[in-house]
């Protein structure tokens, strides 16, 4: 859905030249929509010895640095994104956004 904004008029010129229309910046967004990027959700982290590494096997159990309920972080090209709670959705686990962060985080 494209939410149309007020175009501004420039007292000057008399609105002849202004910013771009909002279907110009419709058309913009709309090519970055196909922009693939890499998301991925992060439980937790933990740091292992390669010595560890190497001694993991089926059932073993990494101890990550989160706690049972903690949100996890949506990570989007490497950079923290959004926060939310896992969620299982038709047997597939999903990540319920619940805070989006700021640029800097």
Request: aromatic content about 0%; hydrophobic content about 40%; overall charge negative.
């Amino acid at each position: 859905m494209t939410q149309q904004l007020p175009t501004a008029r420039r007292e000057s010129d008399g609105g002849a030249s202004g910013p771009p229309t909002t279907s110009a910046c419709g058309d913009s967004l709309s090519r970055l929509g196909g922009i693939e990027v890499n998301a991925a959700v992060e439980l937790g982290r933990a740091e292992l010895r390669l010595r560890d590494l190497a001694r993991l096997a089926p059932g073993s159990v990494v101890r990550l640095d989160r706690m049972t309920g903690e949100p996890a972080d949506l990570v989007v090209n490497g950079r923290p994104f959004a926060r939310g709670e896992i969620v299982i959705v038709d047997d597939h686990l999903g990540l319920r956004v619940t805070e989006l962060l700021a640029e800097h985080a």
